[in-house]
């Protein structure tokens, strides 16, 4: 009921103000508008004004101000919305609301004037009440006995009417009193120590000067929206001020250095708007140097950031030594000058134009998230390029000279890792990295120091350095490489103690090379600068491998051991375990036993250390646990491992990684060995055990065993005469070709790679591999099934002649030649035992046992066959086989490039035109 009555009462006078009636004067249409009020109130949802919106129209129309250059009426507006800010008014916003609906264009029709009639006229306090008036009016006041001590006393007899002058006390007090008395230095007051001035002329110009202190106002009443106009040297004096980092009126300098106008000065002489636009300019060269001089003042403790706040400082003081020269000009002027602020601005915009360059520098440089330490190296030298191309010499000239400053300090751990092989610790500005723990001798060059990268594997090192970095690199590990060699010293003396200069002036001589790219300029001088360090070296380096280190000897022991490059040593070694193989000796993979035979065939060759050599044995695979199934496939050769022992400085050349190759070739050529060998060495029993066997089963046999052998004979010589001697004569020349250790690396890494390769133990030749194994087993399979048929055919015949015998005996004959035709047996095995180069009486005793080792070696195998469907099935497999090892490989090649590619269809040709030649395809 409260709030119905105090709304009829509102509208009630609401509609009295807009209507002109009252409920008195024309009762009717009063109550006509007071209901229709009182309804549309009462039934409207009246939200209250958007304080948002209303801030929204007030920011507005203070930018509309200040648009259309009426900054004294935004100021004024300003002013007084902060205070209606602070009083906290709850209505505030629809107050706003209310004057921004009643406003009419604002900009044309306000005043600053008008605001003077809001404020309060002061009160007259009336005449003050001074002595001189009261002494004036009553004069009694004048007499000296009215500042006299009263004495209460009744025997007092100073004075004669009992009263003591004061004021002669105290002026005799003050005679006898010291001047230097810290009680009187206290006492005084400040009027005590004014002084008048004896020219009250200078006193009125000096304060005229001070523009600051003076408010503008109009018939006694100050306006504070007014500007205050000032003097074109007034002006002068504050932007020189400003420009010096001092505080001024002129310019007001916020918390984060950003220097901006103070709109309350302006030129008598000229525009508002074009002083201010003037004073903006100098405020934006204001906020740049004040960036600076900021920068400079943090505490920085990697040495490539505290050069640029160096060089900063002292292109700072440079500026600052111009501004003194100005101000001095103006102060004790030796001429007269003119005084203009547009001319000052051109003298100093020469000087500060590279400043503000700089500064947008190092801001930008502020704004990067997380940047690298010589992130402003890089900025300084896309700068350097920049100006160069848009032809601005000076810009080029300030920007090149810092630029070469400052990369003086990043030079300095390039230079002690380049020329001492260290690395300052605790660096993680320099792109070189030392690991931690303990590392072999062996691993120094590989594992020891790595190349700083980010996480997105980015050289850790500015963008104009990445070319050279991996031969800066390669620099300190070989000189590191050089200490543990204890060539240190020899390194030091054999140094030139002259090196190139890395400065402005001797790169980018503008008289000489001013047309040259900067790029190309600088590359060209650090390029050479790191040349003349790498060189030095690396071919001393490459020299001690070479000479004392005896690399040539350690790659000639490699290919003897690893490339059987000695076919007679090899032969000597391959033959003993194939023996061994074949008589089913459990010895022929004992490790201790194959190391005594490597060292005592091999070591006899001069550049092989019998002392560094060593077999190892794998473990056999599950399905060639037996001895019998090792003899039949060359699979089980792959198990045979030799190791030999490289000196530290060779293994950094010849890395592990590589020699796990060389073993690869190693158990190729063995293998193609044992196919060869079992295939010669069955010559002559072969040749006694088949004169029962038919002229067909002979000329398959003879066929097949030729073929075979024809086969194993074009692949080792292809691995051997073109593949492994050429290129490891090429290695050879390349690596004495070669100017530091990781060409050499990479030499030898790409010989190995492309001679596996093409010795078709690559990748993509893994079927073509497997079909020629399988190939090199036929022949195996192939002697076994000749020596099983041997061996069936003399037992058949020494049968049928144990039954002629009976028979004799049967008819009274007696026979004397049995002992002879069993003795005939025994000779064709010993002739096969000679063979296979075993001449003892042991092995002729046992000659029975291991011709049934050549026999059964086949009888699990389809022996239900005939032999020579057996001889047919084998021969149609190797043609079958042969072929597609020819047709891949050329295929391949097809597909391929390169040596390997090209080595790949000269293989198949020799098989394919082989096949065609002896008419294998066609019977």
């Known amino acids: 009921m409260a709030h119905a009555a105090k709304l009829g009462v509102l509208t009630d006078e609401l509609v009295a103000l807009l209507t002109a009636t009252s409920a008195k004067s024309d009762p009717a249409r009063f109550n006509l508008h007071r209901e229709s009020a009182l309804r549309a109130l009462r039934y409207h949802n009246c939200p209250r004004t958007n304080q948002f919106e209303v801030t929204s129209q007030l920011d507005g129309l203070d930018e509309k101000f200040r648009i259309l250059n009426e900054d004294p009426l935004a100021d004024a507006l300003k002013e007084r919305l902060d205070i209606l800010s602070k009083l906290e008014v709850k209505w505030a916003p629809e107050i706003l609301h209310l004057l921004l609906e009643l406003s009419d264009r604002p900009v044309e029709k306000a005043k600053l004037e008008t605001l003077d009639f809001l404020k309060e006229p002061e009160s007259d306090p009336g005449p003050s009440l001074k002595w001189k008036d009261l002494v004036a009016e009553d004069s009694l006041l004048r007499e000296k006995s009215v500042w006299r001590n009263v004495e209460f006393g009744a025997e007092s007899s100073d004075g004669e009417d009992g009263f003591e ?8 007090l003050t005679d006898t009193t010291v001047q230097s008395s810290v009680d009187e230095e206290f006492s005084r007051r400040p009027e005590d120590y004014a002084i008048d001035t004896i020219n009250k002329e200078e006193l009125d110009h000096l304060r005229d000067a001070q523009f600051w202190q003076k408010t503008p106002t109009v018939d006694g009443v100050k306006l504070v929206t007014v500007k205050t106009t000032i003097t074109e040297l007034q002006a002068i004096r504050e932007v020189l001020y400003m420009l010096l ?15 901006r106008p103070n709109k309350k000065y302006a030129l008598k002489h000229s525009s508002a708007e074009t002083f201010l636009r003037l004073a903006k300019s100098f405020s934006e060269q204001g906020s740049a140097i004040m960036l600076l001089r900021s920068w400079v003042k943090r505490g920085q403790s990697i ?9 900063i400082l002292c292109r700072t003081m440079d500026f600052d030594a111009l501004i003194s020269k100005i101000q001095e000009r103006f102060v004790h002027p030796a001429e007269d000058i003119v005084v203009s602020l547009l001319r000052v601005q051109e003298e100093i915009s020469f000087h500060l134009r590279p400043l503000v360059r700089l500064s947008e520098i190092v801001k930008k440089l502020d704004e990067e998230r997380y940047p690298h330490a010589f992130r402003y190296l890089e900025m300084l030298y896309d700068e350097a390029c920049i100006s160069q191309l848009a032809g601005d010499d000076e810009m080029y000239s300030f920007i090149g000279r810092m630029f070469f400053e400052c990369f003086q300090v990043y030079l300095r751990p390039i230079r002690n890792w380049m020329e001492d092989g260290e690395l300052t610790k605790g660096d993680k500005v320099f792109f070189v990295l ?8 062996a691993s120094i060059w590989q594992s020891r120091f790595k190349i700083r990268r980010t996480q997105d594997g980015v050289l850790h090192a500015p963008r104009f350095l990445q070319a050279a970095a991996n031969k800066i690199f390669t620099t ?7 200490k543990h060699l204890n060539k240190f010293d020899l390194l030091q003396s054999a140094r030139s103690n002259l090196e190139l200069s890395l400065d402005f002036n001797s790169i980018c001589n503008p008289d000489s090379l001013g047309f040259a790219p900067f790029t190309e300029l600088f590359s060209s001088a650090f390029n050479a600068w790191v040349q003349s360090k790498h060189q030095h070296a690396s071919s001393m380096l490459r020299k001690i491998l070479f000479d004392s280190c005896g690399l040539q000897t350690s790659l000639s022991a490699l290919s003897h051991l690893y490339f059987l490059a000695d076919g007679t040593t090899a032969s000597i070694f391959t033959n003993s375990i194939f023996d061994k193989l074949d008589t089913l000796d459990s010895s022929w993979n004992d490790r201790f036993t194959l190391t005594e035979l490597a060292q005592s065939t091999f070591g006899s060759m001069p550049c092989v250390s019998s002392d560094r050599l060593r077999t190892l044995v794998l473990t056999l695979p599950r399905k060639l646990e037996d001895i019998m199934k090792c003899r039949r496939t060359v699979e089980a050769l792959s198990i045979l491992e030799l190791k030999y022992h490289l000196s530290w400085p060779i ?8 020699i796990s190759s060389y073993k690869r070739i190693f158990t190729f050529l063995v293998q193609i060995r044992r196919s060869s060998h079992i295939l010669s060495r069955q010559r002559l029993i072969t040749a006694g055990l088949t004169n029962t066997s038919s002229s067909d089963e002979q000329a398959l046999y003879y066929s097949l065993r030729t073929r075979l052998l024809w086969f194993t004979q074009i692949l080792y010589y292809y691995l051997t005469s073109l593949v492994l001697e050429p290129s490891t004569q090429k290695m050879r020349a390349d690596l004495k070709a070669t100017e530091d250790i990781d060409t ?31 190939i090199l087993d036929l022949g195996i399979k192939l002697e076994d099934a000749q020596a099983a048929n041997a061996v069936a055919s003399n037992e058949a015949l020494e049968k049928q002649q144990e039954m002629m015998d009976l028979s004799m005996a049967s008819l009274g004959l007696h026979t004397t030649r049995r002992k002879g035709r069993s003795s005939a047996s025994q000779s064709l095995a010993r002739k096969a035992m000679e063979e296979a180069g ?29 032999y020579v469907e057996k001889l047919r099935n084998m021969k149609a497999d190797f043609n079958r086989w042969v072929r597609f090892v020819a047709s891949g490989l050329k295929g391949v090649a097809r597909a391929g490039g390169g040596e390997a590619a090209r080595s790949w269809d000269t293989l198949g040709e020799m098989l394919e035109n082989g096949l065609d030649a002896g008419g294998m395809g066609h019977r």
């Open 434 to 441: 030392e690991g931690t723990g303990d590392i072999e001798p």
């Open 744 to 774: 050499m690396i990479e030499v030898h890494s790409s010989y190995i790679k492309a001679t596996t390769d093409q010795a078709l133990l690559g990748s993509k030749l893994e079927l073509i591999q497997k079909t020629i194994l399988k």
């Open 651 to 658: 293994q950094i050349i010849l890395a592990s990684t590589t």
């Open 165 to 172: 002058d004061s004021r002669s006390d105290l002026s005799r």
């Open 303 to 311: 040495p490539l950031v505290q050069v640029l706040q160096s060089s």
């Open 838 to 866: 075993s001449s003892s009486d042991e092995e002729e005793q046992n000659i029975d046992v291991d011709l049934s080792i050549l026999s059964s070696a086949y009888d699990e195998e389809k022996g239900d066959l005939l």
């Open 245 to 259: 980092g001092l505080p001024t009126s002129l310019f007001e300098i916020s918390s984060q250095n950003i220097v």
């Open 476 to 482: 300190g590990k070989s000189v590191v490489v050089l």
